[in-house]
C-alpha cells in the first residue's frame, strides 16, 4: 500500500499550478491513472479545455476557501462510488484499494456481505448494497489490520469536498455554484477549503 500515490488538495489548478484565489470556482476530478487513484483540482478555464478520458471516475464542484479549520470526514457516498466505478477495471492495486475500500464500507453497514466464494481463482466477497439486487464480487487481500486505518486517512484527503452532488465523467457543473435555491451557501466541505456544489451535472457540447 506505501506505492499508492494519493494527491491531496493543494489549493491551485492542478493543470496551469495557478493559485486559487477566495470564493473562485474549481472542479475536482477523481480519476484511476497507472493503477492508482489520482485527484484534480481545475480551474474554469483548465476543465473547458480538458477533455474526458475513460480513466476518469467523477467529479464535484466547489468553491475554494480559506482559513477554515474542521475535522476530515470520509463521505460515504462518494467512498461508495469509488467502489463501483473501480469494478472491472484491471490492475492489482486497482483491486487492493477496491477490497479494502470495501471492508470500510462494510463497516459503516453499506455493504452487506453474503457469503464467501472460494476455488483455484482465489478467494472472493459477495456482497450486496442495501436496497439492491445485484450481488458484487471482490477479490480478497491479505492486509495488516493497520492498513484500513491508513487507507482512510488518505481517502478522506482524497476526498475532501466531495458528497452526494456529483458529476459523470464528460459532464460539467451549471448554475451557482455555491449557492442552494434559497441563495444560502450549499454546504462546506470538511476541510474547510471549499463549498460543495450541488448544481446538477450537463453534459459538454461537442
Known amino acids: 500500500m506505501d506505492s499508492w500515490r494519493f494527491r491531496k488538495k493543494q489549493g491551485v489548478c492542478t493543470a496551469c499550478e495557478r493559485s486559487f484565489?477566495?470564493?473562485?470556482?474549481?472542479?475536482?476530478?477523481l480519476a484511476v491513472a497507472q493503477e492508482t487513484l489520482s485527484r484534480s483540482d481545475l480551474?474554469?478555464?483548465?476543465?473547458e479545455a480538458r477533455s474526458p478520458s475513460d480513466d476518469d471516475l467523477f467529479w464535484w464542484g466547489s468553491r475554494f476557501a480559506s482559513g477554515r479549520e474542521r475535522t476530515l470526514r470520509l463521505d460515504l457516498a462518494s467512498l461508495e462510488r469509488?467502489?463501483?466505478?473501480?469494478?472491472?477495471?484491471?490492475?492489482?492495486?486497482?483491486?487492493?484499494?477496491?477490497?479494502?475500500?470495501?471492508?470500510?464500507?462494510?463497516?459503516?453497514?453499506k455493504l452487506k456481505l453474503l457469503r464467501v466464494r472460494r476455488g483455484k481463482d482465489g478467494e472472493f466477497l459477495i456482497v450486496r448494497r442495501p436496497r439492491r439486487k445485484e450481488e458484487l464480487q471482490v477479490a480478497v487481500h491479505d492486509f495488516?489490520?493497520?492498513?484500513?486505518?491508513?487507507?482512510?486517512?488518505?481517502?478522506?484527503?482524497?476526498?475532501?469536498?466531495?458528497?452526494?452532488?456529483?458529476?459523470?465523467?464528460?459532464?460539467?457543473?451549471?448554475?451557482?455554484?455555491?449557492?442552494?435555491?434559497?441563495?444560502?451557501?450549499?454546504?462546506?466541505?470538511?476541510?474547510?477549503?471549499?463549498?460543495?456544489?450541488?448544481?446538477?451535472?450537463?453534459?459538454?457540447?461537442?
Open 21 to 29: 484565489e477566495e470564493g473562485e470556482r474549481h472542479t475536482s476530478l
Open 82 to 109: 469509488v467502489f463501483v466505478e473501480l469494478e472491472g477495471r484491471g490492475g492489482e492495486r486497482l483491486a487492493e484499494l477496491r477490497y479494502l475500500v470495501c471492508l470500510l464500507l462494510m463497516r459503516k453497514r
Open 43 to 47: 480551474c474554469d478555464p483548465c476543465w
Open 144 to 206: 495488516r489490520p493497520e492498513q484500513l486505518e491508513e487507507l482512510s486517512a488518505r481517502l478522506r484527503a482524497v476526498l475532501d469536498g466531495a458528497g452526494e452532488s456529483v458529476g459523470e465523467p464528460g459532464a460539467e457543473p451549471e448554475g451557482d455554484p455555491g449557492a442552494n435555491p434559497e441563495g444560502e451557501p450549499a454546504g462546506e466541505s470538511a476541510s474547510g477549503e471549499d463549498v460543495r456544489d450541488p448544481a446538477p451535472a450537463r453534459k459538454k457540447e461537442a
